[in-house]
């Protein structure tokens, strides 16, 4: 169900394999863990303290190898993991909201509209 997370977080580190040295195992493992953790931890500083780096490291790793920062990273894979669920699950909106985390439907509704570009009622209609 969380295919989309996945094969985007694959092609990151498919289309990084060339560079080579300690950032790119550091990008690497930072991709690992937001795979494990997407679903409940979106905090940057929680990512750089599992990879033993200061965030300010991690950002700028993630930055020279991606373009995006990690916060972005983390973000758009638990919004595609969010938008497949929304589609092949008979959840609610509100049930997959504090899954996630989410401390309100309105918070997860604006967090996913700001991702995807449209409302989960939208997102899941279409």
Known sequence: ALQHAREYVR??????????????????????????????NRDV??????????????SQVAHRISGKSPKCIIDHTLAE?????????????????YEHGFASQAQFSK?????MGQTPSEWRRS
């Not at 950032?23 to 991709?31: A, D, I, T, V």
């Not at 669920?85 to 909201?97: D, M, V």
């Open 81 to 97: 993991a969010l938008a497949c669920q929304l589609r092949t699950t008979q959840k609610t909106i509100q049930e997959i909201a």
């Open 11 to 40: 092609t990151l580190v498919a289309r990084k394999s060339d560079i080579s040295g300690r950032s790119s195992q550091l990008y690497n493992e930072f991709l690992e863990a937001v795979q494990l953790h997407y679903h409940t």
């Open 45 to 58: 500083a929680f990512y750089a303290d599992c990879l033993n780096v200061s965030p300010r490291y991690l």
């Open 111 to 115: 967090f996913f509209k700001k991702q």
